[in-house]
């Protein structure tokens, strides 16, 4: 069996890893053992995606699966070590790490960015799907620069982007699984559609959380 299999069969079972225990992170109860355990496992099952598929759309000469590749381990790096911002001593002690995920953010969002240039000039809708995964990378790193730099308070939006960061990452999954199993004749509408559907959703649901939250403390 060539490496390239071996690797194939070590990234397929590192997404569905990822895909289950992500699911199951976002589904059970916030903060508790097996939304911790579960969201433990996920990132391990990223890690081994992401380390895989270097090798792979490398072999390939993908460069766009290789840019997405260093997005959903951006996405799932950066949304760990935003938990590591509510106590000031940690967040000194991770910072060194935290900036070399940011410059992953920043330039894989740059690296998508040029090849939905190269995609739009060949007049290929498909130059949409890096496009908007090129703004969120660059986007997202950004603000983690101002995390960074000290520009941004954290301790009220800590949540929010850990949640949303870690669901981008579960949607980086989930539309893997759905490209490969599934061809339409414009694929990248299947490339963005659990963007759509996941991240607004995640919205709502973390704003419903802090409101209560906040009303519960209020009482």
């Known amino acids: 069996m060539s490496l390239f299999k071996v690797l194939l069969f070590a990234h ?25 355990l579960a969201g433990k496992i996920f990132f391990c099952g990223m890690g081994g995606v992401f380390a895989t598929s270097v090798y792979m759309s490398l072999a390939k000469g993908n460069w766009f699966l290789f840019c997405v590749g260093f997005f959903s381990f951006y996405l799932t790096c950066s949304g760990y070590l935003v938990l590591k911002t509510k106590a000031a001593k940690v967040f000194d002690m991770i910072k060194p790490v ?19 240039v190269g995609l739009f000039i060949s007049q290929s809708m498909f130059g949409t799907v890096p496009l908007i995964f090129g703004l969120i990378s660059s986007g997202l790193s950004f603000l983690d620069y101002r995390v960074l730099a000290n520009m941004v308070e954290t301790k009220q939006v800590w949540l929010k982007s850990h949640a949303l960061r870690m669901a981008g990452a579960f949607v980086a999954t989930l539309t893997a699984f759905i490209v490969v199993n599934i061809q339409i004749e414009q694929q990248w509408i299947l490339w963005l559609l659990p963007t759509v559907l996941v991240i607004p959703t995640t919205r709502k649901m973390i704003d419903k959380f802090q409101s209560n939250h906040a009303h519960f403390k209020a009482r």
Do not use: D, E, N, P
């Open 98 to 116: 935290y900036w070399i995920v940011c410059l992953f953010g920043f330039f894989s969002g740059v690296g998508m960015l040029g090849l939905s």
């Open 12 to 36: 397929i079972a590192s997404g569905g890893t990822a895909l289950l225990t992500g699911l199951i992170s976002m589904i059970s109860a916030k903060g508790g053992r097996i939304h911790r």
